[in-house]
């Protein structure tokens, strides 16, 4: 039977990519530029930020060893349903982030709609339909008439 | 204390018809966003941001404001109907009001929680008129070490309350404070962390975009994570309201504990960092310790409601004294609103007591007209709204992933800022999945640049030596303070996990039936 996680071991890793975000951003910062008569230069406050990371960090890893919690990890795994449902969304959202510029917010944002609430096992297909076009309108005018703010209208930028 | 240029921004509050119709939408808002869990004030207020960008300043504070009154009350409507807070200030008055709808008073208990609220937020109101001019000429005294020293207070507060790990709140809130450091630095002009020809973070991450990211996507996909796996499941209300006003023997009944409430509730509210969800748990403490039959206490008796609805909407004008008079927010809601002012060219402080002081008494009449608008919204609409939050959250989410997309696009006319709502979508989602707090990163990004640059000035002044700052007598006090809050808090969680594994502040409330039953059988 396969050993499921436990908290410890993801507490245990959180903290070591703490520490390595900790030890980028000051290894970066060993390449800011010095600037003279300056006593506090650019590098000053990240890097004791990275110190002030690094140091939780470890403590994380500590408390972690010295007090065991095993209680189940939460699930991380692309065989887990539910965050293969949710990276589905996220996908759909970097797509819509993709090619948002270039199709434009009327055609994207019915389908992020419909594409959504499929994705969540809702199968109203009339009510599907009618909420995606309906909502998508509706924010566009709000946005257009109303706020003044002009949405991306890609391909369909003739008729604007 | 300037009366007639007090009467006359209230006048000019009330008699402008813009500020009425934001006031009132706001409410409607906000109401809403609380009234649905997984919603909470801090993304109504954050959504609505973008729409407040073509009005002048009042208006679009009016417009925040209302969502922010409203939204203190509709956690209550959730709560009560469903025992599933809309806001985590409601998380209280489950422990009350939810008994009372299982007895068949679910109206009764919600008009007392609006008229409870409402009187809370007078209060809270009246003690931000009165009492913010004070710690403004108070906060003249500061310097740039003891500006430094309180942003690093209000981090370790909201640390403090954060979770139930104060390691895990300290790694919040430095990532917070790096991730600050992204873009432009304000003393020397240089570029630090960013690739080249990445222009969108040259003035660091952009704010709205990642808070929306870390607060509404991060909660989207949560939501379709849980709800896939069957962990979470459409919640549905079937109760009637036929009530919209409470009985005046209801109003005798609890006057003392809307009273207690709403300056228990302000007065936490002021200390940046602790909101309306302590400051409810305490005040229905307080009304229990004090009560004459504290086993009444969690089998529904309208005290405890009144106790807990007027505390968390007291709150609401408790945080206004230090987002004012300090320029600290309060609580996440306030950050946002600070957010707000900087971006109308406002930077809120004691010197918006010098400068802007008619601006600042039409922020004390929004406020007030914002919790006269809550109780007309709550009036009108009490039936309405529970119907509302039946809706299937399957359509639901959709609907909050497309406004965030939208609402963070808007704000520079950006592709880019949609891209870091995204990514801080995905950051936000693991750090709640491993119980590492939001707030922390979210205080952090509004304080880190004001602590960077207070700091660089402390720095400069006295010549790189840190340790005079121990010669600061205000600056010691908030070391203290600091340091206090964040052992305080590690002492109270060990406490709280004893007793019911129930974790307060940051959107995050597990346990509560069982927190619920520990109350009832404490009250019996």
């Known amino acids: 039977m396969k050993k499921k996680a436990i908290a410890q071991t993801s507490n245990l890793i959180c903290a070591f990519i703490g520490i390595a975000i900790g030890v980028a951003a000051i290894w970066i910062t060993t390449g800011f530029k010095q600037f003279v008569n300056v006593p506090v230069g650019p590098e000053v406050f990240p890097r004791i930020m990275a110190v002030g990371l690094i140091l939780c960090s470890i403590a994380l890893v500590v408390f972690n060893l010295i007090r065991k919690d095993t209680d189940p990890a939460p699930p991380l795994s692309i065989r887990d349903h539910g965050i293969r449902r949710m990276l589905i969304i996220a996908g759909i959202v970097l797509v819509y982030f993709l090619l948002l510029e270039t199709v434009g917010y009327l055609i994207l944002s019915p389908l992020l709609l419909f594409f959504s609430m499929f994705v969540m096992d809702y199968r109203n297909y009339k009510y599907m339909i009618i909420i995606s076009l309906g909502v998508t309108l509706a924010v566009f005018l709000l946005f257009w008439q109303v706020l003044v703010i002009e949405l991306p209208n890609g391909l369909l930028d003739f008729l604007f | ?524």
């Open chain 2, 1 to 524: 204390m300037d009366w007639n240029l007090l009467l006359n921004s209230y006048a000019s509050v009330m008699l402008n018809p813009q500020i009425l119709i934001m006031l009132f939408v706001g409410a409607v808002g906000g109401v809403l966003f609380g009234a649905i869990p997984g919603l909470t004030a801090t993304l109504g207020v954050a959504l609505l941001i973008p729409f407040s960008f073509g009005l002048d300043l009042v208006p679009s504070i009016g417009l925040l404001l209302g969502i922010y009154c409203g939204a203190m009350y509709g956690g209550s409507i959730s709560a009560i109907l469903i025992h599933t807070p809309g806001t985590p200030a409601a998380a209280a008055t489950i422990l009350d009001g939810y008994p009372m709808g299982q007895k068949g008073e679910a109206g009764r208990a919600l008009s007392i929680a609006m008229f409870s609220s409402f009187c809370g937020g007078v209060i809270g109101a009246l003690v931000m008129t009165f009492l913010s001019p004070v710690v403004a000429a108070a906060a003249l005294a500061f310097g740039p070490a003891e500006l430094f020293m309180l942003a690093m207070f209000g981090l370790s507060v909201i640390i403090a309350i954060s979770g139930k790990s104060i390691t895990k709140g300290l790694m919040s809130a430095f990532f917070g404070l790096l991730l600050c450091t992204i873009g432009m630095d304000p003393a020397c002009g240089y570029l630090r962390f960013v690739p080249k020809g990445v222009y969108g973070l040259y003035e660091g991450p952009p704010f709205i975009p990642t808070l929306i990211g870390l607060f509404a996507l991060a909660e989207v996909f949560s939501t379709v994570e849980k709800m896939a796996r069957g962990e979470m499941k459409d919640t549905q209300s079937n109760a009637k309201v036929t009530r919209a006003l409470p009985t005046w023997a209801d109003i005798k009944r609890t006057w003392k504990n809307i009273i207690s409430g709403g300056l228990i509730g302000t007065f936490i509210g002021a200390i940046p960092g602790a909101g309306g969800d302590i400051g409810a748990f305490v005040s229905y403490g307080v009304s229990k310790g004090a009560s004459k039959h504290p086993e009444r206490f969690g089998t529904g008796i309208p005290e405890g409601v009144a106790a807990t609805e007027s505390a968390n909407n007291g709150a609401s004008g408790g945080a206004m004294i230090p987002l004012l008079s300090l320029g600290v927010p309060g609580d996440s809601v306030t950050a946002v609103l600070l957010g707000a002012f900087i971006m109308k060219g406002i930077t809120p402080g004691p010197m918006m007591y010098v400068n802007e002081l008619p601006t600042v008494y039409s922020v004390f009449a929004a406020l007030m007209m914002a919790n006269l608008a809550m109780l007309v919204v709550g009036v009108l609409g009490v039936r309405f709204f529970a119907k509302i939050i039946s809706v299937n959250k399957r359509v639901l989410m959709p609907i909050i992933l497309i406004m965030s997309l939208v609402g963070s696009y808007a704000i520079n006319q950006n592709v880019f800022d949609i891209g870091v709502a995204l990514a801080f979508g995905v950051i936000g989602y693991l750090m709640q999945k491993y119980e590492f707090p939001l707030s922390p990163i979210l205080l952090a990004l509004i304080l880190g640049p004001m602590s960077e640059a207070n700091f660089r000035r402390f720095m400069q002044i006295e010549k790189g030596n840190f340790m005079t700052i121990f010669t600061h007598p205000i600056c010691v006090v908030f070391i203290v303070l600091s340091i206090g809050s964040l052992v305080f808090s590690v002492i109270n969680q060990r406490k709280i996990n004893k007793r019911t594994g129930t974790v307060i502040g940051d959107g995050k409330v597990e346990d509560l039936a069982e927190a619920f039953e520990e109350g009832k059988s404490d009250a019996e």
